[in-house]
Every structure is written in structure tokens, then in C-alpha cells.
């Protein structure tokens, strides 16, 4: 039984539709990363995202600021790069060094360019159920359940992690799909009993093999979207070997969530681009 979900071929599949789309295009989209420091994880995903760019044809700005500057600086460039009309996309590349505040400095980033749906606005607007930025991760993952067929409506779900990033704006989401959602974080008292309801689980943790298979529904949908390295290699927050037994669906690490999210964002400029030429 393959019941493997192959987030990989799913990234190709949109990376392909986007650069028929986009050959077409006079003036080519433009998505520009701002990176504040040298976190080695940080230049692997921003590698990812130029990688995609190049195969579909967006023109790609790494702006490289050092530990050392001054978030006025950053929002300074933030503000240049609003008024910019061959940028169509702002990314700030998390996480950041310690002494600076990404919640202020994101939200600085105009909300019609703000293709990691990070900012206050984009966030609230999925809780009107409103279109708007969609972070990528989320939104990933809704595509990754929505190529797969599965219909959310009245479905359990446990989302596992209650990050801005991941687990808050899923809520949202599926909320909008008429999915029952419960939310648990590091407080959340007796976590089995949500993760052993659910017939979807959504793991953001951040920590290796955290979801054993004593605490899986049988056949529930498992989507995994920890990445936790380990003598170089990376490890999900599920334990693959054991939960893929008993779940209908389950995606791997790596190969599941983490090329979804860099469709997401690629889906995230076209869209953008398309909006401001309007
Ligand atoms: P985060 O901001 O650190 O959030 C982790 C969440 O897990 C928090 O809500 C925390 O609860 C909760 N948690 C911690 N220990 C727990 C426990 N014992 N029981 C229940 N909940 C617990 O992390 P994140 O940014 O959401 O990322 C989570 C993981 O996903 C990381 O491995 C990250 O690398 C990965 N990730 C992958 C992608 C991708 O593209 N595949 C994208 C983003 C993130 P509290 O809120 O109470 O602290």
C-alpha cells in the first residue's frame, strides 16, 4: 500500500504550472529575501527558494544584512522595497538574531507584498475568512490535502504546535474548510487523548519522533511538518517507521511538508505579481 504522500512531486507539479504561467509575463515577477545574519539553516532554505525561482523564471534579491545592523536599517530597506514597483515580494528570513523584534519588522512589509502572509493583517484577515497572504507552510499543507482529495468538512483535526508560523493560521484554514480543530501546545494537559481522536493530525513541534504510534488514530491522516537534524540528517516529529503502519496517509521527512512550502511561497509571488499588475 503506498500511502506515502509524495510532497516532492507535488512541488514539481506547481513549480511546472508556474513557469508556463509566467514565460509569458513581459516584465518578470520579483521576489527579494532579507536575511539579517549567516544562520547556515537559514542559507539551505534561502538556497531552496532561489533554486525555485531560477526553474520558473523570478527574478531573485537576496539582501544580506549583517548581526550588527540596526533595525532601522532593515525597515528602512523594508520601505524601499514597498515603493518599488519591480518588486513584487518581500520575505524576511526567520529566525532572526536575538536583539532584533521580527514581529515589528514584519509588519512593516506592505501587506499586498507580504508573500510569507506573516503580517498582522494577512494573519487576522484567515479568521475573517478573507483573502489575503496565506503563509506558506499552511497553505502548503492545505494543498498538500486538497491534491490528495480529502474532504475536511466535519473531520477531527489536532493541530500539535500553536506557532504564528504553523499551527495558528491552520486553524484558521480549517476552519474555513468545516473542519473540527483543536489546538494543543506545551501546556495542552493529557495530548493523547486530542492526537488519538483525530482523524487528521498536524505535528509542529520541533522535536524528533515526538508522535509514536500508541498515539495515532487507525488510518487517521498524519502530516509531519517537524524538521529536527541530527548528525545531518533530519528527522520529522513523527516516527515514520512506526505511525506509516497505521495511517492511511502520512507525509515524510524530508520530502513532505518542506517543498510544499517553497511552492507556497512561489505560488505566493505569481499571485502577488498578478494582483499589483491589475
Ligand atoms: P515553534 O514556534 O517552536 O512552536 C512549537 C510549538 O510546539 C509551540 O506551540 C509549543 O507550545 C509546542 N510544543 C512544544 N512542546 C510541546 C509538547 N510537549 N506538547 C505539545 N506541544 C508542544 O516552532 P514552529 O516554527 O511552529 O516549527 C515547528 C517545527 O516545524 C520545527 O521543527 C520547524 O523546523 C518545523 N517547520 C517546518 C517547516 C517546513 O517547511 N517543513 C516550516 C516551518 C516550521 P508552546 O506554544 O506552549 O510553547
Known amino acids: 500500500m503506498n500511502n506515502i504522500i509524495d510532497g ?17 509575463y ?12 549567516d544562520d547556515s539553516a537559514s542559507n539551505t532554505y534561502i538556497k531552496s527558494k532561489e533554486k525555485a525561482c531560477n526553474e520558473i523564471g523570478i527574478y531573485f534579491k537576496h539582501i ?10 532593515v525597515i ?25 523584534s521580527a514581529d515589528k519588522i514584519i509588519n512593516y512589509i506592505a501587506r499586498n507584498k507580504d508573500v510569507d502572509g506573516l503580517t498582522d493583517i494577512n ?35 489536532t ?14 484554514l480549517l476552519l474555513n474548510k468545516d473542519a ?28 524528533k519522533h515526538f508522535i509514536t504510534k500508541d498515539m495515532v488514530k487507525e488510518n487517521a491522516i498524519v502530516i509531519d511538518v517537524g524538521i529536527n537534524k541530527e548528525d545531518g540528517k533530519l528527522y520529522g516529529d513523527v516516527d515514520f517507521d512506526q505511525v506509516k503502519e497505521h495511517a492511511s496517509l502520512i507525509t515524510p521527512v524530508p520530502g513532505g511538508v518542506g517543498p510544499m512550502t517553497v511552492a507556497s511561497l512561489m505560488l505566493n509571488v505569481v499571485s502577488a505579481y498578478q494582483k499589483q499588475q491589475k
Do not use: W
Open 26 to 37: 513581459l516584465i518578470k515577477p520579483c521576489l527579494a529575501v532579507i536575511q539579517i545574519g
Open 64 to 73: 544580506k544584512f549583517s548581526e550588527d545592523a540596526k533595525e532601522i536599517e
Open 180 to 207: 473540527t480543530v483543536t489546538i494543543t501546545h506545551s501546556k495542552t494537559k493529557n495530548l493523547k487523548v486530542h492526537t488519538k481522536r483525530a482523524d487528521i493530525l498536524i505535528v509542529a513541534v520541533g522535536k
Open 159 to 172: 493541530i500539535v504546535g500553536r506557532s504564528n508560523l504553523v499551527g495558528k493560521p491552520l486553524l484558521g
Open 123 to 157: 494573519l487576522g484577515k484567515i479568521f475573517n475568512n478573507k483573502n489575503g497572504m496565506i503563509s506558506c507552510t499552511p497553505l502548503g499543507i492545505m494543498k498538500l490535502l486538497e491534491r490528495e482529495n480529502v474532504d475536511l468538512a466535519g473531520k477531527d483535526v
Open 76 to 100: 528602512n530597506k523594508i520601505l524601499e522595497l514597498n515603493h518599488d514597483d519591480y518588486v513584487n515580494g518581500i520575505l524576511l528570513q526567520l529566525p532572526l538574531p536575538q536583539k532584533f
Open 8 to 24: 516532492k512531486k507535488i512541488r514539481n507539479e506547481i513549480i511546472e504550472d508556474l513557469k508556463k504561467q509566467v514565460k509569458h
